[in-house]
Each structure stands twice: as C-alpha cells, then as structure tokens.
Nanobody, 128 residues
Framework: QVQLAESGGGLVQAGGSLRLSCAAS????????MGWFRQAPEGEREFVAA??????????YYADSVKGRFTISRDNAKNTVYLQMTTMKPEDTALYYC???????????????????WGQGTQVTVSS
C-alpha cells in the first residue's frame, strides 16, 4: 500500500518561505518520479515541480510560475521529498499535493493524469 503524507503548510506573509514535506511509505522515492501539484479554490490542479528517479539522474523540473523561487529535493534516507518555497506570493495560495506514478521510469510528468498515488494535501496561504 503506497501512502504519501504531506506536511509543512501554513500561513506566511508575501516574501516569506515555507518547506513542504512528503513522506512516503510503501515505495522508495528515489526509484520514482515524484511531483508536487497545487490547486487553488475553484481552480484546476496544476503542476509545480517534479524530480525524476535517482537512476534517471534526479533531474528537476518546474512550472514557469515558480522557477527560481521553489526547489524540489529528496532525502533518500528519510524517504521524503521536499518543496522549498521562497519569495512567496499571494498567488501561491493553494492546497499542495505530492504525487507519484505507478511505473518506475524517468519520464518527466507534468500532468495530473500521469500520476496515480496522491497525498491528502497541505494548505498554503500567502497573505499580502
């Protein structure tokens, strides 16, 4: 049974920082692409960042809206994926999810439909 559990969300002022964590059980995060998505109220779920499996080079990919501000990383010993968010903006306010696909490959996945396992989400609110 694969389970993903996000944590670290909260309320932060514009310009501030937060670090989200995604603890995985039932699978090894270093063997799969791991992604972060977000969904604002009345919005669609959108891609934020992804990191490919270690065997595929552990490459990272970002949405243009967060590039240079957010960093995705992985701690293999803790089997956890992180999303470090800096210089945050009110438009970053959303429910943030981490996700993992069924298959272990090095495909760069930017669409929600290509992921299978999802966490319950953690709320991030950025005040202006």
């Amino acid at each position: 049974q694969v389970q993903l559990a996000e944590s670290g969300g909260g309320l932060v002022q514009a310009g501030g920082s937060l670090r989200l964590s995604c603890a995985a059980s039932g699978r090894t995060v270093s063997s799969y692409t791991m992604g972060w998505f977000r969904q604002a109220p009345e919005g669609e779920r959108e891609f934020v960042a992804a990191i490919t499996r270690s065997g595929g080079g552990g490459s990272t990919y970002y949405a243009d809206s967060v590039k240079g501000r957010f960093t995705i990383s992985r701690d293999n010993a803790k089997n956890t994926v992180y999303l470090q968010m800096t210089t945050m903006k009110p438009e970053d306010t959303a429910l943030y999810y981490c996700a993992s696909p069924i298959f272990s490959d090095s495909i760069v996945r930017r669409t929600p439909s290509t992921y299978y396992y999802w966490g319950q989400g953690t709320q991030v609110t950025v005040s202006s």
